[in-house]
């Protein structure tokens, strides 16, 4: 019994002077049953802590890209924009217009009584309803090669009538046909057409030599005697509702060339208008040429003039006597 006591009263006293070292420093051991609230903190900190996590195999991922920020522009919010919000409108593309005429070359012979040529195009990126609602404007403009040409002024000297002034124009057109929807001053202002020659009396007549002495007002009756006397001899024509749009977009006009038109390049010019607003324009371009026995004349009496002159002399001769022989026979 006397063992058992002193196992017992050594083992209390190295209970009691052990010191225990914890986490949180070194805590001297107190009488067995008696725990500081430290300890048991700590205690209970270990047992809840997880267990370090196994290194992973994958390669650590790679933070993403900085996106820079762009501010939006004044007076606009940025975000998407909200639900049922209506798209931007797409810009629509300009109109542009194609043209063309019926045939390129028209022969003149001897027999040549004047013709008819059909110049037609389309509008892309038409943005009418129909052709009748006349939404767009078209002018045909054919012209001929210019040329200069002198207009006199006729006056009574004594009972007779003679040249007393003239005036010269450089490069007159010598043919012009004018083909519209409606009349040209209501198509456009008179400065738009004037820029682009359209119209009678806005083509480019220039005065040449010996102008500078007649008076500017007289000057612009020697251009309207010019056109009075060019449209006298069918030459210079105009056809106020002579364009007509067959579809939406399609469009045709019909150009009458008189028997006394010049042989030469024709040039036709086709405009696009929108309310007084020109939208865009395009040309096509179409040869005169003689044929047959009338271009070989014509062709001599150029290239050897004189030739040309005596042969013509001599034939004149000829007949005149041919026609004296065959009366005289008559009368006898």
Do not use: C
């Not at 929807?181 to 119209?199: C, K, M, Q, W, Y």
């Not at 045709?252 to 086709?270: D, H, M, Y």
């Amino acid at each position: 019994m006397s063992g058992i006591a002193r196992w017992i009263g050594f083992a209390w006293a190295a209970v009691s002077l052990a010191i225990v070292s914890l986490p949180n420093g070194p805590v001297t051991a107190l009488p067995f049953g008696l725990r500081p609230a430290a300890l048991e903190a700590d205690l209970v900190l270990v047992k809840k802590r997880p267990p370090p996590a196994a290194p992973s195999a994958q390669p650590p991922r790679a933070p993403a890209p900085a996106v820079p920020s762009v501010d939006p522009p004044k007076g606009q919010t940025s975000g998407t924009p909200p639900t049922g919000a209506a798209p931007p409108p797409l810009e629509t593309p300009p109109e542009r217009v194609e043209a063309d005429v019926s045939t390129r070359n028209i022969a003149v012979t001897s027999g040549f009584s004047g013709t008819e040529i059909i110049i037609f195009g389309t509008v892309a990126n038409s943005r009418q309803v129909s052709a009748e609602s006349g939404f767009y404007d078209v002018a045909v403009v054919v012209e001929g090669q210019g040329a200069p040409s002198i207009v006199r002024l006729k006056s009574n000297v004594g009972g007779l009538w003679i040249n007393a002034q003239s005036v010269r124009f450089d490069n007159l057109p010598l043919y012009s046909a004018i083909a519209s929807t409606r009349p040209l001053d209501e198509i456009a202002e008179a400065r738009v057409l004037t820029a682009n020659s359209i119209g009678f009396g806005r083509e480019r007549m220039i005065p040449g030599r010996g102008s500078s002495r007649v008076a500017p007002e007289a000057l612009e009756d020697y251009k309207w005697a010019v056109l009075r006397l060019k449209q006298q001899d069918g030459l210079y024509v105009r056809n106020d509702y002579g364009v007509a749009f067959i579809g939406r977009s399609l469009f045709r006009a019909s150009i009458k060339l008189p028997a006394n038109i010049p042989v030469g390049p024709l040039q036709g010019r086709v405009y696009l208008f929108h309310e007084g607003r020109l939208l865009a324009s395009n040309s096509a371009n179409l040869m005169l040429e003689r044929e047959g026995l009338e271009r070989l004349v014509y062709d001599y009496a150029h290239e050897h003039p004189v030739w040309y002159g005596l042969a013509a002399v001599l034939l004149a001769a000829s007949a005149g006597l041919a026609a004296s022989m065959i009366f005289q026979r008559a009368a006898s």
